[in-house]
């Protein structure tokens, strides 16, 4: 109840804001140097933020040089904590920025029209349209609000390569990724001495890393399964109880990180630069190239990074794409005077100079011009792509060296070896209280029994009060829409 009052509460500040700033709707609004200002709120892209600001200047000198747009930026700052619950509160109050990373949170704002549909404006631009990957054109048919154009980004397991060669088990592992044979991979890899680890693997306070790995080998191969004719959500499901059982086998053993429920991101990845874990879960592509370079900074050079490939068992997968929607992205206010100029700006980041200052970062900083030819500089893995990172990127001039390092490609080669699209949907927000009720009481669940305050024995008395806190009605509506 309180949830749903939060979330009443919420949409109704929302419309007191919008009745204040009903006026921005129409009219392009210029300075008296004839540029447009353009605020955006992104994650860690404030003001504070000195690459952030460089960026966003260069940007700006950029786009004029190139386009003849004459655009400044209004880096938002928001307050530690949740991004997206911050930005929530800075929405609800009608202090709405023109150009909107969210990070979740999104769909209630959507409904009450603060989003701008970005259909159109894909159909007319010169570049956006085409460096467009299919996953990202079916969201944007299904929620044409948010835009995200990145690779295929699953999480993936990594180790250090000297080590893996090191590790009788790891034959086994890599030819055939079996639940045992990962199971037998982690117990060697803690139990043989080659490095003074305190466990096989750690995650970031969550089971999601460790279910990027295993979970389609447990046949979870979609959010929601088809059992006899009906759709039952995977957390239900007896593909989900052996799974938390494994779990449990692996934390009681000490090869999961007995602190794996409250480390946070940084220290997840301390812990694997120490070397007190053995394997991490990180996100394909440039995450993957960033934990490549510290390793070697920490530890040596010799310590490059390998790629672990999912378990195999019933299926084989980092998991299902959700093409429902972008999970994240950025999206124009609707509300926002200057609508065209923003999605110009979205679209020059597409094009090859764009690209070449999103992806590169500042000129003789993160990479030099040698003759005809790009060269990264050693603070280039320090760098990331703000905004799109098409799988094909067209430079102005030939890289001397690539853009991600040999686990880094790998990894986004493996994402593509094992797309597949999920059967999922939106669900509307009036189901959102109940979601969150049936959601937390899961994880809730899942962290007793893998630390074992619960015997995976009482998993049916879950799955009783899954359902009677509203998990009977989501049940319902989800067999309605995915029929």
């Not at 004719?229 to 494994?246: C, D, H, I, P, W």
């Not at 007793?448 to 319902?476: A, H, L, M, P």
């Amino acid at each position: 109840m309180k949830k749903l009052m939060s979330l009443l509460i919420m949409i109704m500040a929302t419309i007191v804001g919008l009745a204040g700033c009903s006026d921005k709707s129409s009219g392009e609004s210029k300075n008296s140097d004839g540029s447009v200002t353009l605020s955006i709120a992104m994650k860690d892209e404030g003001p504070s933020n000195p690459n952030a600001v460089s960026f966003f200047e260069q940007l700006s000198k950029n786009i004029k040089k190139d386009e003849g747009i004459k655009v400044k930026f209004e880096l938002v700052e928001l307050p530690q904590g949740s991004y997206s619950e911050k930005l929530n509160l800075k929405l609800s109050s009608g202090d709405i920025p023109d150009l909107i990373y969210f990070q979740g949170g999104d769909l209630p704002f959507q409904q009450q029209g603060l989003m701008e549909d970005l259909t159109p404006y894909i159909e007319k631009s010169r570049y956006i349209k085409n460096i467009m990957e299919p996953h990202n054109k079916e969201r944007m048919k299904n929620y044409p609000y948010l835009l995200w154009i990145k690779p295929l980004s699953p999480s993936v397991p990594v180790i250090r390569k000297e080590l893996l060669t090191q590790l009788k088990s790891s034959k086994a592992l890599m030819e055939n990724p079996s639940v045992e044979n990962y199971y037998e991979f982690f117990k060697e890899l803690k139990q043989s001495g080659k490095a003074n680890l305190a466990y096989a693997i750690t995650t970031s306070g969550t089971i999601s890393e460790l279910d990027f790995i295993f979970d389609e080998a447990f046949g979870n191969t979609s959010t929601w399964l088809e059992e006899d004719g009906k759709y039952v959500y995977k957390r239900v499901s007896n593909n989900e109880k052996n799974k938390l059982a494994f779990y449990h086998k692996l934390y009681k053993e000490g090869l999961l990180d007995p602190e794996y429920a409250t480390k946070k991101w940084d220290t997840k990845e301390k812990a694997f630069y120490d070397g007190k874990a053995g394997v991490i879960v990180g996100t394909a592509g440039k995450v993957i190239d960033i934990y490549d370079g510290k390793m070697k900074k920490v530890q040596s050079e010799k310590a490059a990074l390998e790629l672990l490939p999912p378990a195999k068992g019933v299926s084989q997968g980092f998991g299902a794409t959700d093409v429902t929607k972008e999970p994240r992205g950025m999206a124009i206010s609707s509300q926002s005077k200057n609508k065209e100029i923003a999605f110009k700006v979205l679209d020059y980041l597409g094009s090859p100079n764009g690209q070449k200052l999103d992806r590169l970062g500042i000129k003789d900083t993160h990479y030099k011009q040698v003759e005809e030819q790009i060269e990264l500089t050693s603070q280039s893995q320090e760098w990331y792509a703000r905004f799109w990172e098409p799988t094909k990127t067209e430079l102005t001039e030939e890289l001397k060296t690539p853009l991600l390092g040999p686990a880094a490609q790998k990894s986004l080669d493996y994402a593509f070896k094992y797309y597949e699209e999920d059967k999922n949907f939106i669900l509307p927000a009036e189901y959102t209280p109940m979601w969150d009720t049936t959601e937390n009481l899961y994880k809730e669940f899942a962290v007793d029994i893998i630390t074992g305050k619960r015997s995976i024995n009482e998993f049916d008395v879950f799955v009783k009060q899954w359902y009677k806190n509203g998990g009977e009605e989501i049940t319902t509506y989800a067999n309605k829409e995915l029929k």
